[in-house]
């Protein structure tokens, strides 16, 4: 669903993280009407911060167009139960089982709000209005302090039984290798991630501040060590994207993040690697995102308009 371009509707959106709150007001075309960034408040005040955040965009909206938003649409961290419109659980920020669509909702009138996970919200921005617009199936791969990952359907991000699909971050490529934050050791994420690249180039350099962006320039620079840093990060990540070619066959891979950044310094090597590995099936296309850090407002903006149909205040599906 997508606002017409003579449509003079709007919507609320709000991405949450760690530290920033990113907020819009989004006319037809997906076009802000209205931005703002405010820091989430940490663990003490981030509920409140989302709920305050929320009532000044409505009111602000309002008080512009005099009329309401058509509804609201937020993706914060952590595990989501999307269907409930429950936020079960951010260490991050320190909630637990946190009914956030009632909260909203209230907070807003009784308006029609939709939440979801922050990197299955980026997914669906990217499905629909980005990188994969158009692409029947595709895995979005998110490269940054972790890895994440959104597998896409017909425009439709696909949750798994539990909330839990896309985990591509947790699939262990190097049996042994470092510990992950999951408790399993050589996950995907630790040594493939912005994170693990830029300890890898620490190592290697002496530098202990370095990080991947100055890997990646050492790279473009020719120094060997830190080809041989990245090269052993490409090599890891085309093992995992070969998992996930293997078991859903995706004619698409959108890699975005932090470390996708690097453009085809990155993404080069990393299609002559997967491409090495796929044997009998077809090699997918291995695209750079398209909407950057605005991929999760905007996703919360196309939640926004996909709650228009869903039941409005405190109503709560039955599964």
């Not at 980005?130 to 990952?149: E, N, Y």
Request: hydrophobic share 45%; proline share 6%; net charge negative.
């Amino acid at each position: 669903m997508t606002l017409q371009e003579n449509d003079d509707s709007y919507v609320v959106a709000l991405d949450v993280g760690g530290t920033t709150i990113k907020a819009a007001l989004y006319g037809a075309g997906h076009r802000p009407l209205h931005e703002v960034r405010r820091p989430t408040g940490g663990a003490e005040g981030a509920v409140d911060g989302i709920l305050d955040l929320a009532e000044e965009l409505y009111e602000a909206g309002t008080a512009r167009f005099g009329r309401p938003p058509e509804a609201a649409g937020v993706c914060v961290p952590g595990i989501v139960d999307a269907r409930a419109g429950v936020a079960a659980y951010s260490a991050n920020l320190g909630w637990r089982d946190l009914p956030l669509r009632r909260l909203l909702s209230e907070r807003l009138r009784g308006l029609p709000v939709a939440i979801d996970h922050d990197m299955r919200t980026a997914g669906l921005a990217e499905a629909r209005i980005g990188a994969a617009a158009g692409r029947s199936r595709f895995l979005f791969v998110a490269l940054g302090t972790g890895i994440a990952g959104a597998i896409g359907i017909d425009g439709v991000i696909e949750p798994g039984a539990n909330g839990g699909a896309g985990e591509i971050g947790h699939i262990v490529v190097r049996p042994g290798g470092p510990e992950c934050g999951c408790g399993l050791y050589g996950c995907l994420e630790t040594v493939a991630s912005a994170t693990a690249v830029g300890r890898a180039w620490a190592a290697a350099s002496g530098d202990r501040e370095a990080t991947a962006a100055h890997a990646a320039r050492a790279v473009a620079a020719g120094d060997p060590r830190a080809i041989a840093v990245w090269q052993a990060s490409v090599d890891a990540l085309a093992d995992g994207l070969l998992v996930a070619v293997r078991l859903l066959d995706p004619g698409t891979v959108v890699v975005g993040g932090g470390l996708a950044e690097s453009g085809e310094l990155l993404l080069g090597p990393l299609r002559e690697a997967l491409a090495a590995r796929v044997t009998f099936q077809r090699m997918p296309d291995v695209l750079p995102a398209a909407l950057g850090d605005a991929a999760g407002c905007l996703g919360a903006g196309l939640l926004a308009l996909d709650a228009r149909r869903l039941p409005t205040s405190t109503e709560v599906p039955q599964p």
